[in-house]
């Protein structure tokens, strides 16, 4: 379905010259994929006529906007149209939304314009007005062959099996049996220090967001089990990562994680509703289901997070915000003893 999906663009991409598209999904590597695949795969499209922006520290600036409207100002020569992709069009300051304006509205009509998005709600009323809306599939069809290649080691890598694209291929590339033997890695042990120090490794490459979602769910699982005390000098002791991590990354990367599990948690106690989940084998993993809750605070650590991992200036108090969210979580469902 997906591969159809994006066949289908990529065919009608010279129907779409003179057009502003947002593409859609919540997804961000996926995003990134489907970025690169037009580029590469639309017939007669020179890379000398396609232009890439994406967020710099955090933000699209009024700079990138001038790039795009000169770079929109010749004809191509190369190919019979030019592209502009824009990655995380949510990230576009005021400053550079309000200067973008006319040229989205109205590009040349040899450009095409194609943003990505995974808060496309959060985009003001005047950007998605010139917008021509396309939700992107996710590819589905991985995840079910994921899940027939790991059937034997299902109980491993369920933090894992309805992650991001981009880790779903790694894992299907990947030598299967050098998979399970680094999840047995982090879900045999208990030593607090080896998880600490695998959530501080980095998030640029997909082996180190891998070890960071195996840390994170089985650093969770490890201080559950503990008294109050040991407890707080635990969590407290995360901090320390800021010394090696991008303070920001580290913190919305963290509070996705936090979403995905509470949210699928909250569905997997009320019901059998699968399909709505997004990560249903971590819940599944952390035995939530077995867990009583508190409904009011999931739903405010859920926005408190949401804030967090839409947050593109680090403006926070990094080790109380770290410490807040296992603290958070750990109320959420009376885990404090």
């Known amino acids: 379905m997906f591969e159809e999906w994006l066949e289908k663009i990529i065919i009608n991409m010279n129907s779409y010259k003179g057009c502003s598209l947002c593409m859609v999904s919540f997804d961000g590597t996926l995003n990134k994929h489907v970025a690169v695949e037009i580029s590469k795969r639309t017939e007669g499209l020179s890379p000398y006529e396609v232009m890439t922006i994406k967020p710099d520290k955090g933000n699209i600036k009024i700079d990138s906007v001038r790039e795009i409207k000169e770079f929109s100002l010749c004809r191509p020569v190369y190919s019979d149209k030019k592209v502009v992709i824009i990655n995380d069009i949510e990230t576009m300051t005021v400053e550079a939304i309000n200067a973008f304006l006319k040229i989205l509205e109205e590009p040349p009509d040899f450009m095409i314009i194609i943003a990505f998005t995974t808060r496309w709600n959060s985009l003001l009323?005047?950007?998605?007005?010139?917008?021509?809306?396309?939700?992107?599939?996710?590819?589905?069809?991985?995840?079910?062959?994921?899940?027939?290649?790991?059937?034997?080691?299902?109980?491993?890598?369920?933090?894992?099996?309805?992650?991001?694209?981009?880790?779903?291929?790694?894992?299907?590339?990947?030598?299967?049996?050098?998979?399970?033997?680094?999840?047995?890695?982090?879900?045999?042990?208990?030593?607090?220090?080896?998880?600490?120090?695998?959530?501080?490794?980095?998030?640029?490459?997909?082996?180190?967001?891998?070890?960071?979602?195996?840390?994170?769910f089985r650093f969770l699982t490890v201080i559950s089990a503990m008294n109050e005390k040991n407890f707080f000098n635990t969590v407290a002791s995360v901090g320390r990562v800021k010394e090696t991590v991008d303070p920001l990354e580290f913190l919305k990367y963290l509070s996705k994680n936090g979403i995905s599990f509470l949210h699928d948690a909250f569905v997997c106690k009320l019901g059998t509703r699968w399909k709505y989940m997004d990560n249903s084998g971590a819940a599944i993993f952390f035995g939530t289901q077995n867990l009583n809750f508190n409904s009011n605070i999931i739903y405010d650590t859920i926005r408190h997070f949401e804030v967090l991992s839409a947050a593109t200036v680090s403006k926070f108090n990094f080790e109380l915000e770290v410490f807040s969210h296992f603290f958070r979580i750990a109320e959420c469902f009376f885990l404090l003893k």
């Open 125 to 216: 009323s005047t950007v998605k007005s010139r917008f021509l809306k396309i939700n992107i599939p996710f590819p589905m069809e991985m995840r079910k062959e994921l899940s027939e290649r790991f059937k034997e080691n299902l109980n491993l890598i369920a933090p894992v099996i309805n992650s991001d694209y981009e880790i779903i291929r790694y894992l299907l590339e990947s030598d299967k049996e050098s998979i399970v033997e680094t999840a047995k890695n982090y879900f045999d042990t208990t030593d607090i220090d080896f998880l600490i120090d695998s959530l501080s490794v980095g998030l640029s490459t997909v082996p180190e967001r891998l070890g960071f979602i195996f840390s994170y």
